[in-house]
């Protein structure tokens, strides 16, 4: 079981019938065949934009994704 905050825990036994819909969000990054250089895109699957701040896998460092 995951351990959750209580606000967490509130926000979804607060939600009403229907009103939570699941998202996802993949970031891929590869290499151009051209150039060589890394070359990235992100999927999102809800209506509108996202900017969000994720921890790089890569140097450890705070990222901003779009």
Do not use: H, Q, Y
């Not at 150039?35 to 901003?64: F, Q, R, Y």
């Amino acid at each position: 079981m995951k351990n959750i905050t209580s606000a967490f825990f509130a926000a979804l036994t607060g939600a009403r019938d229907k009103g939570l819909v699941p998202r996802r969000f993949v970031w891929i990054t590869g290499k151009d065949l051209a150039t060589g250089a890394p070359a990235s895109i992100g999927l999102w699957t809800g209506d509108d934009d996202i900017n969000i701040t994720v921890t790089s896998g890569v140097t450890g460092l705070p990222e901003a994704r779009t």
